[in-house]
């Protein structure tokens, strides 16, 4: 059973760079599928924001690709999130889940618990 | 197309049976995975490609499609249903994932 747990700040300060990052167990990153981030601010819906293979091949949401990084560190099996400039919007709790590889299309199948990351001005 | 449609919210009465529905113009391309989220806990995956479930989904959550429209059948509602819904897919370039706003579901 694959195993993702979040790790990072609660709070960051406006316009500073957030760092998430993903620990995976129980299951190698290098065994394939992608690797996903996606948020929620409080009392709305999901936003998709980028996901990451294990090559180091990762696409973002349009919203966000300017100010958004993911990558993968296959030797401690966790990949990572940046996200630059954040202001009171990016207020969310932010998940990450294996995205699998079904019959030629991916979609989340398991999510850590999610953290959530707070703006401050 | 970059947007997944979906109603708010519906009730159901108990042991009643309810649809919600997720339309998109990428839905003709790809099929939908569904969501089940409760509050304060992380989504989880309830329905993929064609009606599938994973281990330890009940058999009363069906999922289907037609068109550009994705539905997720609750039969014979339970109280442990009510929850948030969620329908996603790729976008129709198939580059990026959508999620739909998601449906509350009551169970009356």
């Known amino acids: 059973q694959v195993q993702l747990q979040e790790s990072g700040p609660g709070l960051v300060k406006s316009s500073e760079t957030l760092s998430l990052t993903c620990v995976v167990s129980?299951?190698?990153?290098?065994?394939?599928?992608?690797w996903g981030w996606i948020r929620q601010p409080p009392g709305q819906g999901l936003e998709w924001i980028g996901s990451?293979?294990?090559?180091?091949?990762?696409t973002y949401s349009p919203s966000l690709r300017s100010r958004v990084t993911i990558s993968v560190d296959t030797s401690k099996n966790q990949f990572g999130l940046q996200l630059t400039s954040m202001t009171g919007p990016d207020t969310a709790v932010y998940y990450c889940?294996?995205?699998?590889?079904?019959?030629?299309?991916?979609?989340?199948?398991?999510w850590g618990q999610g953290i959530l990351v707070t703006v401050s001005s | 197309s970059s947007e997944l449609t979906q109603d708010p919210a519906v009730s159901v009465a108990l042991g009643q049976t309810v649809t919600i529905t997720c339309q998109g113009d990428?839905?003709?391309?790809?099929?939908a995975s569904w969501y089940k989220q409760k509050p304060g806990q992380a989504p989880a995956l309830v329905i993929y490609?064609?009606?599938r479930r994973p281990l330890g989904i009940p058999d009363r959550i069906s999922g289907s499609s037609s068109g550009d429209t994705a539905s997720l059948t609750i039969t014979g509602a339970q109280a442990e249903d009510e929850a948030d819904y969620y329908c996603?897919?790729?976008?129709?370039?198939?580059?990026?994932?959508?999620f739909g706003g998601g449906t509350k579901v009551t169970v009356l």
């Open positions: 990451v293979f294990l090559d180091g091949t990762a």
């Open positions: 990428s839905l003709r391309s790809y099929y």
């Open positions: 996603s897919s790729r976008d129709s370039g198939g580059n990026h994932l959508l």
């Open positions: 490609g064609k009606n």
């Open positions: 129980d299951y190698s990153i290098t065994s394939g599928h992608y």
């Open positions: 889940a294996r995205q699998i590889l079904h019959n030629g299309y991916d979609f989340p199948d398991h």
